[in-house]
Nanobody
């Protein structure tokens, strides 16, 4: 079973930046579709961004487009989420996920993902 180590969350003022990291072991990311999701208590989980290392496609939710950037370091088997111009509504538990091996394109549909991290909390104060 893959292991995830997520880090980089914290408390930041609105307008600030954070970079989340997700180091994965037990599955190779360089041939996978990977994603960041976020969870707010009482709300449905939201796909934030996803990246395919198969066709290099990317996807961002409208709420983060232009502010967040997903990237990967294959040598470190790690995926990142650079978050700029943070807003209070970005406050959530952020977690990374790896899609089933048959996935090709970047999609943030939850049913695509079979391995999930435990998350890192991001809190944005106004």
């Amino acid at each position: 079973q893959p292991q995830f180590v997520e880090s980089g969350g914290g408390l930041v003022l609105a307008g600030g930046s954070l970079t989340l990291s997700c180091a994965v072991s037990g599955v190779t990311l360089d041939n996978s579709v990977i994603a960041w999701f976020r969870q707010v208590l009482g709300k449905e989980d939201e796909g934030v961004s996803c990246l395919s290392n198969r066709d290099n496609s990317e996807w961002y939710s409208d709420s983060v487009k232009g502010r967040f950037t997903i990237s990967r370091d294959n040598a470190k088997n790690t995926v990142y989420l650079q978050m700029n111009s943070l807003k209070p509504e970005d406050t959530a538990l952020y977690y990374c996920a790896v899609a089933r091996p048959t996935s090709v394109q970047a999609t943030c549909a939850t049913e695509t993902y079979v391995h999930w991290g435990q998350g890192t909390q991001v809190t944005v104060s106004s």
